[in-house]
């Protein structure tokens, strides 16, 4: 039992830190509902308890996952409020990934093998065949609407685990969660949103 809530946790942990392990970033998607609104939204909450949340307690992913989330969506035109227009969740999981690739073995020249040429296709032997196992991540953020207690819009990201980014959590986050929420429009009425110098 100790060892699942520990993968459990880790699997949360990996799935953020992975955002920042590849130079080219994670692959992320975005989905809305078509038949919902996001123009009355004001102001937003957490979802309790949180899909990175474990145990009755929340988890130093979560603390991480909302302090980033409240910087982006306050930056956006939104206001934390005990009565929230939408709520957010999320969630994040370890998956263990196989590719096979192959190349074809180099043609060696005619030399001995000549003889065979003009009457038939030598083989040539085995492909070189490379074999890459590695840990893939997903992270979730969805957007409830709190009324209606329906998902209306989501990000999820997908990249490789790098075990060197697990050592600054909070760093990793701060990289992820602006990009997940990149299409996810300003609060009407907002002023534009600007962007911290880096």
Not at 39 to 61: K, Q
Not at 104 to 121: K, N
Not at 174 to 182: A, D
């Amino acid at each position: 039992m100790a060892t699942c809530v520990f993968l459990r946790r880790f699997a949360a942990t990996a799935a953020v830190a992975v955002m920042a392990a590849c130079s080219s970033g994670p692959q992320i998607r975005f989905s809305a509902d078509p038949g919902a609104s996001l123009a009355g939204y004001r102001t937003f909450n957490y979802l309790n308890p949180l899909g990175t949340d474990r145990e009755g307690y929340e988890s130093l992913v979560s603390t991480s996952l909302k302090e980033a989330t409240t910087a982006e969506l306050t930056r956006l035109g939104y206001r934390l409020s005990d009565q929230p227009d939408f709520l957010v969740n999320f969630s994040g999981k370890l998956s263990d990934r196989l590719r096979v690739s192959s190349t074809p073995a180099p043609r060696p020249p005619l030399g001995y093998y000549g003889y065979r040429h003009g009457f038939y296709d030598p083989w040539y032997g085995y492909n070189d065949v490379n074999v890459d196992q590695y840990t893939e991540g997903t992270l979730n953020i969805d957007i409830v609407d709190a009324a209606a207690k329906r998902l209306v819009w989501e990000a999820v990201a997908v990249g490789r685990v790098n075990e060197k980014t697990l050592k600054d959590l909070p760093a990793a986050v701060g990289q992820v969660v602006p990009q997940m929420l990149e299409k996810f429009p300003p609060a009407t009425g907002a002023a534009p949103p600007a962007r911290p110098l880096k």
